[in-house]
């Protein structure tokens, strides 16, 4: 990382300081919603929102699909802030950036970060419009040396090397499938692993075919810097993916994934994925020691 690209707590802080002075919601829950699933957010009641553009120190979307709203309400009785709109690596933002809303979370009091995202099937046996509850990822920028937490190391968030074993919470995702059982989404609801490629180009064969054979059930443009940073930070983690479309692996194959498309399946399932998430959301334990 750049220098000029280092955050420091002081800047967080003063954002956090900001939002807590402009609303009276306090969050204990955090939903980041990917391409084509913000209307998560138009569920919040008495809601609170802010365009990105007017928050001090926000980054800026600019993929079409996200609002680009930070709103606060209640969902079920718990407060959530929710971003409609994420900002990803493609567009051109260093990762300490497409993270700063997370460490404000962290100081907003939040303990859960709830992470929604588009992304394209590899494994065989999952559909377009499935649901993947995301068990572990895979993070190809990060391994290749690209990630949220390279430069100073800032104690005040969490330790030089954080684990990520078990980081998205198992507990969670029990729950997640209970849920499912119990609404009868089973049969259109998978587990596994998301791969995150940075983008912006979608796959090419011999590419989808290596991430596959990696272990990788899915793949995206997003989703692991967040996650990285909110478990360093030391929030519990629980990630859904949209299979918008099958990444082509075969030769012989003609089809081919645009963006018009991942957003329309967005649409299709939005109904589906909100209501899971909000009974999720309604039987999370919340710990109200609040330090303010
Ligand atoms: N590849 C990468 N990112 C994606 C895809 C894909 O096929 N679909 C939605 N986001």
Redesign the pocket.
């Given at each position: 990382m750049h220098s000029k690209d280092q955050i420091c707590y002081d800047e967080y802080q003063r954002t956090a300081d900001w939002l807590l002075s402009q609303t009276r919601h306090r969050p204990n829950v955090a939903i980041i919603c990917g391409?084509g699933l913000g209307m998560l957010a138009e569920a919040l009641k008495c809601q609170d929102s802010f365009s990105y553009a007017d928050i001090p120190n926000f980054p800026q979307s600019t993929v079409q699909g996200h609002a680009s709203r930070l709103v606060f309400g209640e969902l079920r009785g718990k407060t959530c802030v929710c971003m409609q709109g994420r900002f990803h690596m493609y567009e051109g933002h260093p990762l300490s950036k497409v993270t700063f809303p997370v460490r404000v979370f962290k100081l907003l009091g939040v303990q859960t970060l709830v992470v929604t995202?588009?992304?394209?099937s590899l494994a065989d046996s999952y559909s377009t419009g499935d649901i993947m509850i995301i068990k572990d990822h895979i993070n190809m920028p990060g391994l290749a040396g690209i990630n949220p937490l390279n430069g100073p190391n800032d104690e005040k968030f969490g330790p030089r090397f954080p684990p990520m074993s078990g980081v998205y919470d198992k507990d969670l995702r029990k729950m997640a499938l209970d849920i499912c059982k119990s609404l009868g989404y089973s049969q259109f609801v998978q587990e596994g692993v998301y791969c995150m490629?940075g983008?912006p180009n979608?796959?090419t064969i011999a590419e989808a075919r290596f991430l596959h054979k990696l272990g990788a059930d899915a793949?995206?443009?997003s989703t692991a810097p967040e996650v990285l940073t909110a478990s360093h930070c030391g929030l519990r983690v629980f990630g859904l993916s949209l299979i918008?479309?099958k990444?082509v692996k075969d030769y012989e194959d003609q089809e081919k994934?645009d963006h018009a498309g991942?957003l329309g399946v967005g649409l299709m399932r939005s109904e589906t994925l909100q209501t899971l998430v909000t009974e999720l959301v309604s039987r999370l334990e919340i710990n109200n020691n609040r330090v303010e």
């Open positions: 391409s995202n588009a992304a394209g490629v983008g979608f796959e793949v995206g443009m918008t479309n990444v994934v991942v």
